[in-house]
């Protein structure tokens, strides 16, 4: 068993390494982080949404961002589309579960705000339609993904697309690369 533990530290290690050695990444990384700086400039928000263990990062990095992540300073406008169980529900219900984000994004979204889309697949169907409709908007759509940033990749004004196919590994790096985001933003903003 402790062999187990040590080889999947490694491999997150290694995958961080991967990471740190991809200089196209790493500028859209830095390239993310201005685009959601401008968005907040301007009055903007940032709506995130994932499924699953993607919905529990989306969640988070929204929660950085409209609490506090180094420092005390004013709330920014940033959302997880999911955390309404009842729209959530009556949605899924009503028009299918593709249809959940897209809804609100719709409802929410304005040209210039920014949607960031997280998916290890990047085929969620439920995701695509949001980038979708984030598109027409005029949104600047960011996904986060793995390696190949699936059906999301084209539909992406920016693709952060981890270089692994192993859920656990990409959930790994995508909460480092969202922390990273969030601490270039606040610290733009707030000094």
């Known amino acids: 068993m402790e062999n187990r533990i ?23 990384v830095e390239k993310v ?9 301007n009055g903007g928000k940032v709506l995130f949404c ?16 409209s609490g506090r992540f180094y420092f005390d300073r004013p709330p920014l406008f940033a959302e997880a589309l999911h955390v309404n169980t009842s729209y959530l529900t009556a949605v899924g219900n009503d028009y299918g579960y593709d ?16 949607l960031v889309a997280l998916s290890t697949s ?22 986060i993904t793995g390696s190949s940033g ?10 952060i697309n981890v270089p692994s196919d192993d859920t656990p590994r990409i959930q790994e790096a995508h909460i480092l690369v969202g922390h990273i985001i969030c601490e270039l933003v606040e610290k733009e903003l707030f000094g």
């Open 33 to 41: 982080a201005e685009s959601i700086t401008e968005c907040f400039r």
């Open 150 to 159: 699936g059906r999301l990749a084209p539909l992406c004004s920016w693709l």
């Open 50 to 65: 994932g499924n699953g263990g993607s919905a529990a990062d989306a969640q988070h990095l929204a929660a950085e961002f």
């Open 99 to 114: 249809e959940v984000f897209a809804r609100l994004v719709s409802a929410k979204g304005r040209k210039g705000d920014v």
């Open 122 to 143: 990047g085929n969620s169907p439920n995701i695509l339609k949001a980038a979708e409709t984030a598109g027409k908007l005029g949104m600047i759509t960011v996904g």
């Open 6 to 28: 040590r080889e999947a530290i490694e491999e997150s290690i290694s995958l961080k390494k991967q990471i740190l050695e991809h200089p196209s990444l790493l500028r859209t």
